[in-house]
């Protein structure tokens, strides 16, 4: 018959393993089914017609067993025997007959079957074992409880996801109905939500694999606010013959797991965020935009006006403090819709002890924390969110001020550095020399940018050093490490090197006296305010010493890298040296750019290693850049690239002739505002020279009777250049050095005037020896020579080169019209 399932397909999955058997009135076996056979092993040839208590492993069981029939029991439990002689457990339904039909089927009590009475009545019997009975209890109490139980929703569903059964807190939610017998997941889920578990439960019914705690949020028609999240785990329900009858599916509520998870994630992600950064305006937008939209969808960091200073804030006389908005992250609701708007004014007065802001009806769509650290009130914190994703929970809130106090010691710690950053910062530009200076030789704008570095800035510095007969010196420098240490060694080192650049040594020289100062410095104990209890330690262990605070401050300055270059206007010839530091680029007027051939020698602190000079002329206009290798340190770190950037940038067209201050902002214009891993100097220098007219040389005989002819040419000369008002102190001047050069040194001898900003007067000779000014006693017939030439002269003094010395004085010019 077409719609009749085949017979195997219509056995009910219980009857399997249950014998029958009929029982006439006589207590006799009058049928026995083949399960009965199977279970004791005794055919029906050999059972029925024979009493039942035969069947029983204890006859005797028999009397009592009627006698409970006989008072209503129709189930029990008994212990048969088998034909192989073993007791078989069973547990046994009994349904009494009458010649009419089953118990009570007329109305006719039923008799006992064996009962005596010769009625022609009996009963039919249901045994199963023992073994299988108890499972049938147990499956049938776990299903019946796991339909009561509330902690976990139940659902059975039939092939076409229609709710066949569920347990009664299934979804106890706003807009799920009461009855939910024959519904779709759809008739009262959001048509999404819904679609996304049919999906998965028809691949559960597809494949028969199980669904296994997968996590859905899940929101009604009537209430689609946040919704739940539940876990859903699901698996098919088939019978015997595989037919598939539907699919259960177990819902858990994890909306609190999850939000507690979302609260630990979002506090882990915000304490990573305010961590990152040592600028407190950067920290601040941090922490504005890891709440969003995490814990809402507005946030606003507002900050008191002396934190991004540095600055401790500190209440007004009423105990209020001016707080200005510093960070917002997220989008306000429009002027009337039903959410979070954006404080109005950016600056406002608070209450030191002000707390929490909440809304009247306890339940707030609007959190505000404190940001309190160590004590002190640095501003506070703001989210918001529209009604429509629901109000702020008690956990919220905690979590609020736990995300609060967190970021407010981060914000405490960013203002720490800002206040020492900017201590080191001023004090080291306070140690350099000014951005912008002119002399006769060269015009010179150096750019400083210090770095951004949790340890501080760098030892990096640069300086304009004027020498004598119009000379300049110019210096880049950087100390290896960072923070005040390295500041304060940057500091030593450059009043080193303007000291030693008073002395006119040439750089090689001035280099390795400079090393043998950094060498020192290294070899210096650590400073610990204790007494030296081993006051009598022998020499020796000095260096010991000083390599043992090396090996306990490996971040501490221990070494440096110098370029000291000197230029000559009336020669143009430059002179370079360099302790491991960058070699110069040379920008000539016709825009070629090339870099210095300069051997980097050792870094300053290595000791016991020469340094080399190279002398290159340069074109009056040439721009010449001594930098560090902050500048170059680009492209991860390629020193390579960095110096093809900044030829690049020398060599573009019109790139000379730029105004110094404006060539160096474009040089540095790619590097970022901050966030520097290391400090950026830069110096340049465009050339000058000293005009051939403006330079007059004789040679002067070693003979006394010379010097009156040097007179009268000098004399001669600065009447030719209008000076006629330094004639007079000029022929003393120069009759003084001659003299004595003649005197002290004998020949040659030369004389030089040169007209550069000054008047400057130089005599060399090829002696060595030291010129020491003293005073003379009033008998002595000499020895006044230096001293006049010391008050007739602005300045003077002496330097050595590889053919002896030149003292040299300085006169200052007249002003232009004077006389």
Not at 125 to 137: H, Q
Not at 754 to 782: F, K, N, Q, W, Y
Request: charged content about 25%; glycine content about 10%; hydrophobic content about 40%.
């Amino acid at each position: 018959m077409n719609g009749v399932p085949e017979p195997a397909a219509r056995i009910l999955p219980f009857t399997e393993g249950i014998a029958g058997a009929l029982v006439d009135g006589h207590g006799r076996v009058a049928a026995w089914t083949p399960e009965a056979r199977d279970l004791l092993g005794r055919s029906a040839a050999e059972v029925v017609g024979r009493p039942v208590r035969a069947l029983l492993a204890d006859p005797a069981d028999w009397r009592e067993l009627v006698r409970r029939y006989a008072r209503g029991a129709r189930a029990g439990e008994a212990v048969l025997r088998s034909g192989r002689g073993e007791d078989v457990p069973v547990v046994f339904q009994a349904f009494g007959l009458t010649e009419d039909g089953p118990d009570g089927a007329n109305g006719t009590p039923p008799r006992a079957p064996g009962g005596g009475d010769g009625a022609a009545a009996g009963c039919f019997v249901l045994v199963a074992p023992a073994t299988l009975a108890a499972g049938w209890f147990q499956d049938h109490a776990f299903i019946r409880e796991l339909f009561l139980q509330d902690r976990v929703g139940l659902a059975v569903l039939d092939p076409e996801l229609r709710l066949l059964r569920t347990n009664t807190h299934l979804l106890p939610y706003r807009g799920v109905p009461a009855d939910l017998r024959a519904r779709r997941l759809s008739d009262f889920l959001r048509p999404e939500d819904a679609a996304a578990v049919e999906e998965k439960l028809r691949l559960v019914l597809a494949t028969g694999l199980p669904l296994v705690q997968v996590e859905e949020l899940l929101r009604t028609v009537d209430d689609p606010g946040d919704g739940v999240s539940l876990a859903i785990s699901a698996f098919r329900l088939q019978d015997p013959s595989g037919r598939v009858l539907g699919v259960t599916a177990l819902f858990t509520d994890v909306t609190e797991t999850r939000r507690a998870a979302e609260r630990l994630a979002l506090l882990h992600l915000a304490t990573a965020r305010v961590g990152g950064s040592l600028s407190v305006t950067d920290t601040a937008r941090e922490l504005a935009g890891a709440l969003v939209p995490g814990l809402g969808d507005l946030a606003v960091v507002e900050l008191a006006d002396a934190v991004p200073l540095g600055e401790e804030p500190a209440p007004d006389a009423e105990g209020r403090l001016l707080l200005r908005r510093t960070a917002v992250a997220g989008e306000p609701a429009p002027a009337r819709a039903n959410g979070p708007q954006t404080p109005a004014p950016d600056v406002v007065l608070v209450a030191v002890r002000e707390g929490e802001a909440a809304s009247a009806d306890g339940h707030p769509i609007r959190m505000t924390a404190p940001l309190r650290a160590r004590g002190t009130l640095l501003g506070r914190l703001t989210v918001g969110r529209r009604t429509a994703l629901g109000r702020y929970a008690d956990a919220d809130r905690d979590l609020l001020r736990e995300i609060a106090d967190r970021a407010a010691l981060a914000l405490d710690n960013a203002r720490r550095f800002t206040r020492e950053h900017r201590a080191a910062v001023g004090l080291q530009r306070s140690m350099l020399p000014p951005t912008h200076t002119q002399t006769p030789a060269v015009t010179t704008s150096g750019v400083y940018l210090p770095a951004e570095t949790r340890t501080g800035v760098g030892g990096d510095w640069f300086d304009v050093i004027p020498l004598s007969s119009a000379r300049v010196a110019l210096v880049v420098g950087d100390v290896v490490g960072h923070g005040l240490a390295a500041t304060a060694t940057m500091g030593r080192l450059r009043t080193a090197v303007r000291t030693l650049a008073d002395l006119d040594l040439e750089p090689d020289e001035l280099l390795a006296h400079l090393d043998d100062l950094v060498t020192q410095l290294l070899a210096e104990p650590e400073e610990t305010g204790e007494d030296d209890e081993d006051e009598g330690t022998e020499g020796g262990a000095e260096s010991e010493l000083g390599e043992a605070w090396r090996v306990r401050h490996p971040s501490s300055p221990t070494g440096a890298t110098c370029a000291y270059a000197v230029y000559d206007p009336v020669t143009r010839r430059c002179t370079v040296a360099s302790a491991g530091h960058p070699p110069p680029a040379v920008a000539a007027p016709d825009g070629s750019v090339a870099y210095l051939q300069v051997d980097p020698g050792p870094p300053l602190g290595v000791g016991g290693l020469p340094f080399e000079t190279t002398e290159v002329e340069l074109a009056p206009g040439s721009v010449l850049a001594l930098y560090t290798d902050g500048l170059i340190e680009g492209r991860g770190g390629d020193l390579d690239a960095g110096m093809a950037d900044l030829a690049a940038c020398l060599s573009r067209p019109g790139a000379v002739g730029l105004p110094l201050r404006e060539l160096g902002r474009e040089i540095v214009a790619g590097r970022p505002a901050d966030g520097l891993t290391d400090d950026v100097t830069l110096l340049l220098a465009r050339t000058r020279e000293v005009p051939a007219e403006d330079t007059a040389t004789w040679q002067v005989e070693a003979d006394p009777a010379a010097v009156g002819a040097v007179r009268e040419a000098a004399a001669a000369q600065l009447r030719a250049w209008g000076l006629e008002e330094l004639v007079f102190t000029t022929e003393l001047v120069l009759s003084e050095l001659v003299t004595n050069a003649i005197r002290y040194a004998g020949g040659p001898v030369e004389a030089r005037l040169v007209r550069a900003g000054r008047l400057i007067c130089e005599v060399s000779d090829p002696s060595a020896t030291h010129p020491r000014m003293r005073r003379a006693r009033l008998t002595d017939e000499g020895g006044r020579g230096l001293f006049l030439v010391a008050q007739l002269t602005t300045r003077w003094g002496s330097r050595y080169s590889r053919t002896g010395k030149t003292i040299w004085g300085e006169q200052e010019l007249p002003p232009p019209g004077a006389g």
